[in-house]
C-alpha cells in the first residue's frame, strides 16, 4: 500500500468551479516523477448545508474557507479502493465527519483509517450513493440531481485525462489506459476489480438512458459533456473484453 499522508498536504489545484447549483468541482494534481497526474475532488451540498465530499483532497487556505462557506463537511466519500491517500488527514481535521465508501472497498479502505458506514447514508433525496455493478462492490458511484438536470459521479470505472502534464504523467496516462484519447475505463480499474465486464456494461447502458442526465464528473480528468454516448461505447468496449 502507497504511503499514506497523516498531515494536511496541499498539492497543485484549482478553483472551486459550480457545476450545478450546490455541486461544485475542484481539480488537483498528484506531484510525481516527471509530471503531475490529475485528480478531481466533487462536493455536493446536502439537505440542511451539509457536504458530502467525494474523493477529499486537501486544499489551500483560500479554498478550504470558501468550502466551508458551502456547509459543515459531514461525509467523507471513499469512492474506490485507491482513493486512501488523504483520508486520514481529513478526518483529523473534521473528526465528525463520517467516513463512506462501497461495502467492497471497506476491507482497503480500513487499512487507513476506519470506515463509519458503506452504501447510502446521505439522507438526501437529491443526492444519492450506489455501488457500480460488475466490480466486486469495490466502486461507488453518485446520482445528483437538480433542476437543470443530473449529474453522474464516477471514480475508477471511467477516465478522461486529456491533457496529463509531464512526461511521467503522460506515459502513466497512456500506458494505464486513463483516456488520453476519449473517456474510457483504465486498465488499472480492468486489473483490479473489474469482475464480471458485462454486468457493468449493462450498468452503463442502463445509466445512459437517465432522463436530463447532463454530465459525468470522474475522479481522474476533465468533467464528460457528453455523457450518453459516451456511457454506449464504454459499455460497447466492455462487451468485447474476454
Known amino acids: 500500500m502507497p504511503k499514506l499522508n497523516d498531515d494536511w498536504v496541499v498539492q497543485p489545484h484549482g478553483e472551486l468551479i459550480e457545476l450545478d447549483k450546490g455541486l461544485f468541482t475542484v481539480a488537483g494534481e498528484i506531484v510525481m516523477p516527471l509530471g503531475r497526474f490529475p ?28 468550502l466551508e462557506k458551502l456547509g459543515n463537511p459531514t461525509f467523507l466519500i471513499v469512492p474506490g479502493v485507491s482513493h486512501r491517500l488523504d483520508i486520514r488527514a481529513w478526518k483529523q481535521r473534521y473528526a465528525s465527519a463520517a467516513v463512506i465508501c462501497a461495502p467492497g472497498a471497506r476491507e482497503a479502505v480500513e487499512e487507513a483509517i476506519p470506515v463509519d ?9 437529491a443526492v444519492r450513493m450506489e455501488t457500480a455493478p460488475g466490480v466486486g462492490e469495490k466502486e461507488a458511484i453518485l446520482w445528483v440531481k437538480r433542476a437543470a438536470g443530473v449529474t ?7 477516465a478522461n485525462v486529456r491533457h496529463p502534464h509531464g512526461i511521467g ?41 437517465t432522463d436530463g442526465l447532463r454530465r459525468i464528473v470522474v475522479s481522474h480528468g476533465d468533467p464528460i459533456t457528453d455523457p450518453v454516448p459516451v456511457l454506449k461505447r464504454a459499455a460497447d468496449e466492455l462487451d468485447r473484453m474476454k
Open 152 to 158: 453522474l459521479v464516477v471514480n475508477d470505472i471511467l
Open 169 to 209: 504523467a503522460q506515459v502513466m496516462a497512456r500506458l494505464l489506459g486513463f483516456g488520453v484519447d476519449r473517456p474510457r475505463m483504465p486498465k488499472i480499474g480492468k486489473r483490479l476489480f473489474l469482475k464480471d465486464p458485462k454486468a457493468l456494461a449493462a450498468g452503463f447502458r442502463q445509466w445512459a438512458k
Open 39 to 66: 485528480r478531481r475532488m466533487t462536493i455536493a451540498v446536502l439537505a440542511g448545508r451539509g457536504l458530502a465530499l467525494w474523493s477529499p483532497i486537501p486544499l489551500a487556505d483560500k479554498q478550504m474557507i470558501e
Open 117 to 125: 458506514a458503506v452504501g447510502d447514508v446521505l439522507g438526501d433525496a
